[in-house]
Nanobody, 118 residues
Framework: QVQLVESGGGLVQAGGSLRLSCAASGSIFSINTMAWYRQAPGKQRELVAAITSGGRANVVGSVKGRFTISRDNAKNTVYLQMNDLKPEDTAIYYC????????????WGQGTQVTVSS
């Protein structure tokens, strides 16, 4: 099994920055891709960014150019650096991990709230 714990959310003014962290534990050597998703009130959960175990990163949609995903395999942690935040970035942000082998499956953290005020 894989456990994921997010941290770093909070309230920030528009134009500000936050860095989210997601620490993985358990069967960490089975983790392949890690990702950040977000879900705003009344909306579906959407992919924000993903990064492979080899460090190949992909940021999607409206956050391109403002958000950066990175991964420290030694610390079993993935980060989401969010700059120039906008009110529409307000959401619960979830960390996700795709694992293989005997613990194959998708794992989710509990989520961390990000609120951007205008």
């Amino acid at each position: 099994q894989v456990q994921l714990v997010e941290s770093g959310g909070g309230l920030v003014q528009a134009g500000g920055s936050l860095r989210l962290s997601c620490a993985a534990s358990g069967s960490i050597f089975s983790i392949n891709t890690m990702a950040w998703y977000r879900q705003a009130p009344g909306k579906q959960r959407e992919l924000v960014a993903a990064i492979t175990s080899g460090g190949r990163a992909n940021v999607v949609g409206s956050v391109k150019g403002r958000f950066t995903i990175s991964r420290d395999n030694a610390k079993n942690t993935v980060y989401l650096q969010m700059n120039d935040l906008k009110p529409e970035d307000t959401a619960i942000y979830y960390c996700a991990a795709e694992a293989g082998g005997v613990v194959a499956g998708d794992y989710w953290g509990q989520g961390t709230q990000v609120t951007v005020s205008s």
